[in-house]
């Protein structure tokens, strides 16, 4: 997982509310288990007017030519909904989509974004929709979305803002804390010896 501080992308529009992992990701397209080999199959259903022959639509955002390498999507309301599988976040992860800016999110589909890489930033849908094919400045450390003279604060928890700014999943972000797991398990076993009874120290 590459660490996230700041991106600069043009910001892609798929203003639609309820994009499901479906729509993402069709389920015909998962050929393997792995997080690879899912790109090609992103949007399948919107963004090729011939699915099996890969013939792109011009008319789908991702298409266009001034979407070519963004790293940007916007989204609408509920972005992520349906089912949890985290293959929609992977092939986004593997198209190269580094944020999604979005009216609201499904709340697993934004956890797998954290887990992945990719930051899920919620804002009003009007500020979304104002930053629809411009060049976005995102700073996660200043918690910003910057598009021309105009600057947007968004919030984040603390722990997936530190996961993303490190790079960690979740396993990586617990052994951070290994000293003070490591302090604390000492102090208990302490004062609660018996707890411990049969164990090596």
Request: charged residues 20%; glycine residues 6%.
């Amino acid at each position: 997982m590459t660490p996230f501080t700041t991106l600069s992308s043009i910001a892609v529009p798929l203003l639609r509310d309820n994009v499901d992992t479906d729509a993402i990701i069709p389920s015909r397209e998962m050929k393997s288990t792995g997080r690879t080999g899912l790109a090609e199959g992103l949007f399948a259903p919107w963004r090729y007017t011939d699915v099996a022959a890969r013939v792109p639509d011009p008319a789908f955002p991702l298409s266009r030519p001034e979407a070519q390498d963004a790293q940007l999507l916007l989204g609408g309301a509920n972005f992520g909904c349906g089912s949890s599988r985290e293959h929609a976040v992977w092939a986004l992860a593997e198209y190269g989509i580094r944020c999604i800016i979005a009216e609201s999110f499904a709340p697993i589909f934004r956890a797998n974004c954290i887990r992945n890489g990719i930051l899920p930033i919620g804002l009003e849908r009007a500020l979304v929709d104002s930053l629809a094919w411009q060049r976005v400045e995102v700073d996660l450390t200043a918690q910003t979305v910057t598009a021309g003279n105009r600057t947007t604060a968004f919030a984040i928890e603390e722990e997936p803002r530190q996961m993303l700014l490190e790079a960690l999943d979740a396993i990586s972000l617990t052994l951070k804390s290994f000293p003070e797991i490591d302090a604390w398990t000492a102090a208990d076993r302490a004062r609660r010896p018996w707890i411990y009874a049969g164990q090596s120290a």
